[in-house]
Each structure stands twice: as C-alpha cells, then as structure tokens.
C-alpha cells in the first residue's frame, strides 16, 4: 500500500534555531501535500498545502516566513521551521493523496518537535 | 466551509461491550466521510471512509459507520471492543473536488479491562 514517511520522528532544538522536517511519498507520486500541527489531545489543524513547482499556500493565521515549506519534487516536501520557540514545540504531521484519487490521503507518521 | 463535530471527548468501555463514537458534520455541498485512528505518538490510519453507494460501510479492526444524510451524521461503531482499541478517533469531511480534510476534536477511547 501507498506509504508516507517523515523525518525525522522527533527533534529537540533550542530556541533560535531552525529545523526541518522531511515529508516522502515513497511508492506514489504527489503532487500535493498537506502539513498539519497537533497540540496534545487536540485535532490535527491544516497549517498549508504544498505544491509542487510553485509556492505553498498557507491556511489564515499562519506565519509562511516562520514555516518555510518547500516542495521541489513529486516525492518530497519539507517544512522548515525558522527561529524556532517553545510555543512552536507540536506533532507535526504531512499527508499526500494518491495522484488521481479523489479522495484518499495517506499520512505520515508525524515528527515530534520539542523546542528547548 | 465545512465542519465536523465529534460530541464525545472521551468514552470509557467496557471490554468486549459495543461502543458508538458519534459524528456530525455541516457542508453546503456533497461530501466524502473518513475515520481514522490515531494511536499514541504516532501518525493516522484510515479506519473507513464513506464515498458513494451503501449507507453502511464497513472498515479494518471490525468497525463500521453509517452516513445517515438527513442526521448528516457518519457514526462510528464496534460491536465488541477490545484493549487494542484504546486510541484516538477521529472523523473527517473532504468536499468533492476540494482535496483539503477538516477533522473534528477526536474522540478518545478507553477501553476497561
């Protein structure tokens, strides 16, 4: 089955520095990608879809300087988060619909951020 | 714009009890319906997804849903459960023709020895 990977699967950093976050389609192509942000016991929150070959589009109320997503080929995408604070500690997860399904996402496993 | 509400934050149960885990959603248009599962630390899993056709669908791990389109519910069900199935669920709505999910608050399951 079509499988997502992230990396890494937690990161701790100290406030100030920045870190990025692997997202990969690893048997299909996307083309799309969605990151989300989950603050414990609370839902996922679509944070921007990323695109390939053009800029991402970021979801109201959040920072696109602060969390640089880039999307540069059909099997990768990363989120970087720039000046990273303790507010900014969250489960970070991506997902990816099957190129040519309508309707199916497949998610990552999530990367736990922990700024320090 | 759509919306999903899961009225239950928590539901305790019984092993091998039935449990229904409850879901709403509003959208001005014609909608796919998921649950997934999320378990500790980790990322989701799709437990059933309703996209066309017959009102009940079945899913992995013995679940089931049922849309109900008048309600505009797709609630959750399991008719025994078992330790393995303490997580977090939660329900999903994607629009046709729009690729983005909104997720309701999730439900926790906890299920009693």
């Known amino acids: 089955g079509a499988v997502v990977s992230q990396h890494p699967s937690r990161v701790i950093c100290k406030s100030g520095t920045s870190v990025k976050i692997e997202c990969r389609s690893l048997?299909?192509?996307?083309?799309?990608m969605f990151w989300y942000r989950q603050f414990p016991k609370q839902s996922l929150m679509l944070m921007a879809t990323?695109?390939?070959?053009?800029?991402?589009?970021?979801e109201q109320g959040v920072e696109k300087d602060k969390f640089l997503i880039n999307h540069a080929s059909l099997t990768l995408s990363t989120l970087t988060v720039t000046s990273a604070h303790p507010e900014d500690s969250s489960f970070y997860i991506c997902?990816?619909?099957?190129?040519?399904?309508?309707?199916?996402?497949?998610f990552g496993p999530g990367t736990r951020l922990t700024v320090t | 714009a759509q919306s999903v509400t899961q009225l239950d934050s928590q539901v305790p149960v019984f092993e091998e009890a039935p449990v229904e885990l409850r879901c709403n959603y509003s959208?001005?248009?014609?909608?796919?319906l998921f649950w997934y599962v999320q378990y500790p630390n980790q990322g989701l899993q799709l437990l059933l997804k309703?996209?066309?056709?017959?009102?009940l669908v079945k899913g992995i791990n013995g679940f089931e849903a049922e849309f109900n389109k008048s309600q505009t519910s797709f609630h959750l069900r399991k008719p025994s459960v078992h330790i393995s199935d303490t997580a977090e669920y939660f329900c999903?709505?994607?629009?046709?023709?729009?690729?983005?999910?909104?997720f309701g608050t999730g439900t926790r399951l906890t299920i009693i020895p």
């Open positions: 309703y996209l066309s056709g017959s009102t």
């Open positions: 999903a709505v994607k629009d046709f023709g729009n690729e983005k999910l909104t």
């Open positions: 959208s001005s248009v014609s909608v796919y």
């Open positions: 990323s695109n390939e070959g053009s800029k991402a589009t970021y």
């Open positions: 997902s990816a619909p099957r190129t040519g399904s309508t309707y199916e996402q497949y």
């Open positions: 048997d299909f192509q996307a083309t799309t």
